[in-house]
């Protein structure tokens, strides 16, 4: 089927030069519904998206606005794995025997590890929340830890800390919301490998996550985030795979009770409270409806501290954040402090650069929902908050101009945030925004905001477009820079 009539007209525009008064002749019908099909293919996967259904435990929406609105969170991975410093596999991928591994848990005793410091690197950062993984897969607790099996846990070696309180209270003391990440599964237990054929091993390990969910989310007050990771068995399935072992909607159930309003993900092997899509890959497709969020790593060679740096850089950091935020998700960005606590000063560096572009245009992002214009892959994405829209641009093309599909609503004025000329014109069918803007490309995106002349309805969908404009609007040369 090769009708014009659906195609998408705002596809069209990137291919084509924007001019004001629309595509060249032939253009729009020149996608066809196929090519229009493939060009939305997001590049998101739901890796638990199989997961086991009841609504009884999701959280209500209105629950979920924190979490919608914070945009952007601080993962870290941190445990005994720092040590050898090649990432937090390094038990499994090298094969070290669980006596040997346990032995590090005499030599962690962090000199510098600051609750509080942390937290300020992901303030500084422009983040909300952060996550931590008080356990991971090789099964070292970086708490209190009595149900841990063998007392593997940071207060009862050499650090003698219970750093899960020293985290949350540095989150707390940040203004920050709380996040807990927990690894049901345990590499020291052979169990975990094969279930069947070592129900009792198995069994004390399930015993072991059950009990430890539950200190976790009783001792430390009010928990924002339950981050599970690693419900699969024998390294082979999915977490659905794995329900009938670890019963997730039990265990979600004990966590309601202690904790009604926390906001958990979908990797327990319940279909959690929002969706997961994981790694640094590039983001394109429409706008996703529902709950979702990016977790990615600012050093791609590992999410444990790794001696080998390939850092993101701020600007493509910025990128993904806007790319995701403008398709209805959240970021959390991975760090990975070293053996002392420290999360390496690059990192943070580059941290306070993404938070310095975020202080100039953070309202194009905190508190948004995506729209009302769906993204261009590589052009721009848009974000929405009652008459304001904002367009993040990707990409100005060569000159330096962007074509939108009509906007419902009258603009009333375009404006670069952090300055900046911009001249903008809308019509019954386009919207033309052209750049005057100086600054050196393949930087951080430009963000303009359009001021409308009617709010819109904040229910976080793609809103029809369709224009109340009769005749052309020209808002010319404005260079009102709004400060951060
Ligand atoms: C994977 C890895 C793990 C990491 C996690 C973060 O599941 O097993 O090492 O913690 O992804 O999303």
Request: net charge neutral.
């Amino acid at each position: 089927m090769h009708s014009g009539s659906r195609t998408i007209q705002l596809l069209c525009l990137a291919l084509c030069a924007a001019t004001v008064h629309g595509p060249p002749a032939g253009a729009v019908e020149s996608l066809t519904d196929d090519e229009l099909a493939s060009k939305l293919k997001s590049s998101v996967v739901f890796k638990s998206k199989d997961s086991l259904k009841d609504p009884s435990i999701k959280l209500p929406a209105e629950d979920m606005k924190w979490w919608r609105d914070a945009k952007f969170g601080m993962f870290i991975h941190w445990g005994l794995y720092a040590i050898p410093a090649r990432g937090e596999w390094v038990m499994h991928n090298e094969k070290i025997s669980a006596d040997a591994y346990e032995k590090l848990a005499d030599e962690f005793a962090p000199r510098h590890f600051d609750g509080g410091a942390w937290a300020q690197a992901a303030k500084d950062a422009g983040m909300k929340y952060m996550v931590l993984t008080a356990r991971h897969h090789d099964g070292f607790a970086l708490w209190d830890s009595p149900s841990s099996y063998g007392r593997f846990c940071s207060m009862s070696r050499a650090a003698k800390r219970d750093f899960v309180k020293e985290y949350v209270d540095g989150c707390r003391g940040a203004g920050l919301k709380v996040g807990l990440y927990y690894s049901p599964m345990d590499w020291r237990f052979p169990g975990y490998f094969d279930p069947k054929g070592l129900p009792e091993n198995a069994a004390l390990m399930k015993a072991q996550g059950y009990g430890q969910m539950k200190e976790l989310i009783s001792n430390y007050g009010s928990i924002d985030v339950v981050w599970y990771d690693g419900g699969w068995l024998a390294h082979t399935g999915t977490d659905a795979d794995a329900s009938w072992f670890w019963e997730p909607v039990k265990l979600n159930k004990m966590v309601r009770e202690l904790q009604p309003k926390a906001v958990i993900n979908p990797r327990s092997g319940w279909e959690g409270d929002f969706q997961s899509d994981e790694g640094g890959h590039e983001i394109f497709g429409p706008i996703i409806e529902g709950s979702w969020e990016k977790c990615l790593n600012l050093n791609a060679s590992s999410w444990g501290y790794n001696t080998t740096q390939k850092l993101m850089t701020p600007q493509q950091i910025v990128h993904m954040l806007v790319n995701v935020v403008g398709r209805g998700g959240n970021v959390l960005l991975n760090v990975g402090p070293d053996r002392d606590g420290v999360i390496p000063p690059s990192h943070v560096e580059t941290l306070r650069q993404v938070g310095q572009w975020l202080g100039m245009n953070g309202r194009s992002i905190y508190g948004t929902r995506p729209g009302p214009l769906q993204p261009l892959d590589r052009r721009y994405c848009a974000t929405f908050h009652e008459q304001n829209v904002y367009i993040h641009v990707l990409d100005w093309g060569p000159e330096k101009k962007l074509t939108l599909p009509a906007i419902r609503g009258t603009i009333i004025s375009a404006t670069v945030l952090g300055g900046g000329k911009i001249s903008c014109e809308q019509t019954a069918d386009w919207v033309t925004l052209t750049s005057g803007i100086e600054r050196a490309a393949g930087g951080f995106p430009d963000v303009v905001e359009l001021v409308l002349d009617r709010a819109l309805s904040n229910d976080g969908l793609v809103l029809p477009s369709g224009s109340a404009v009769k005749g052309t609007i020209n808002i010319q040369d404005t260079n009102r820079g709004v400060s951060p």
